[in-house]
């Protein structure tokens, strides 16, 4: 081959090598850069494209609404025979939206508890307002026995005395609890027929605190015998009776306006 050719090929050649080591540096640029724009993208993209979701009900539900819900199915049912299901299908809330606003079930029924405690408590504390020592204890009596039986004489009795008794045996809290929300109805009674006495009303001349624990035995009767289906009229003559035995022979007005004797 002649000097020329050699020479005029290796130039080819070292012009070609020159141009191949330009076109790999451009890619490995662009490659560069590709990899520095990916980089920068991920690094601001959002890490979820769905929305994320809040485990359990808004905090914007109305506490009391959902509490008179489990308070009325507790009364139902019972503490032993209601779920959680059941709880929160009455409450319109999910499991986790309870446990957070309540806690537990045996919590969820003690705060139901205590919120039908000073509920009744102020009813019947404003029926012994009433003038005279014989119509305040029909209006006390009226007052209970319209929330032990419905209006469709469904038998619901009373919260407390129908659903705690059975589980104060085995739960110390629960029976400290319904303790104390005896020892506050007889006390509010003690107080009121000791005001009647001191003010020379028709009332027997026995021990206040007695009279009251009387009284309110028999409230507590009352609860029980709605519960097993007696009608409103049988348990108005029961009280009717007690008002009169406590009393004495005052007017039967309110009572007879509640309910009268069919």
């Known amino acids: 081959m002649a000097r020329s050719t050699v020479i005029r090929e290796q130039g080819q050649w070292s012009t070609a090598k020159a141009g191949g080591a330009q076109v790999r540096t451009?890619?490995?640029?662009?490659?560069?850069?590709?990899?520095?724009?990916?980089?920068?993208?991920?690094?601001?993209?959002?890490?979820?494209?769905?929305?994320?979701?809040?485990?359990?009900?808004?905090?914007?539900?109305?506490?009391?609404?959902?509490?008179?819900?489990?308070r009325d199915v507790f009364w139902d049912q019972g503490f032993s025979a209601t779920s959680l299901d059941d709880i929160a299908t009455a409450a319109g809330m999910n499991r986790p939206s309870l446990y957070r606003a309540f806690g537990h079930k045996r919590e969820m029924y003690l705060t139901a508890l205590r919120m039908f405690a000073a509920e009744s408590g102020r009813e019947l504390q404003q029926a012994l307002e009433k003038p005279s020592l014989r119509e305040a204890l029909e209006a006390f009596y009226a007052r209970a026995i319209q929330d032990y039986v419905s209006d469709n004489e469904t038998p619901r009795g009373c919260l407390v005395i129908c659903t705690a008794v059975s589980e104060a045996t085995g739960d110390p809290e629960i029976r400290s609890t319904l303790a104390a929300i005896l020892a506050e109805i007889d006390s509010m009674m003690a107080i009121r027929i000791a005001k009647a006495q001191a003010e020379g009303d028709h009332c027997t001349d026995d021990d206040a605190g007695v009279l009251a624990r009387i009284a309110t035995s028999?409230?507590?009767?009352?609860?029980?015998?709605?519960?097993?289906?007696?009608?409103r009229?049988?348990?108005f003559t029961i009280a009717r009776a007690t008002a009169e035995l406590i009393a004495g022979g005052a007017s039967r007005v309110e009572m007879q306006r509640q309910c009268p004797v069919s």
Do not use: C, Q, W
């Not at 979820?48 to 959902?66: E, F």
């Not at 028999?218 to 009608?231: C, D, E, I, T």
């Open 26 to 70: 451009h890619s490995h640029l662009l490659l560069f850069l590709y990899r520095i724009e990916h980089n920068i993208a991920i690094l601001f993209m959002p890490t979820s494209t769905k929305k994320s979701r809040r485990r359990g009900r808004p905090l914007s539900y109305d506490r009391d609404v959902a509490l008179g819900a489990i």
């Open 218 to 231: 028999v409230l507590h009767s009352l609860a029980v015998r709605a519960r097993a289906g007696a009608r």
């Open 233 to 235: 009229s049988e348990l």
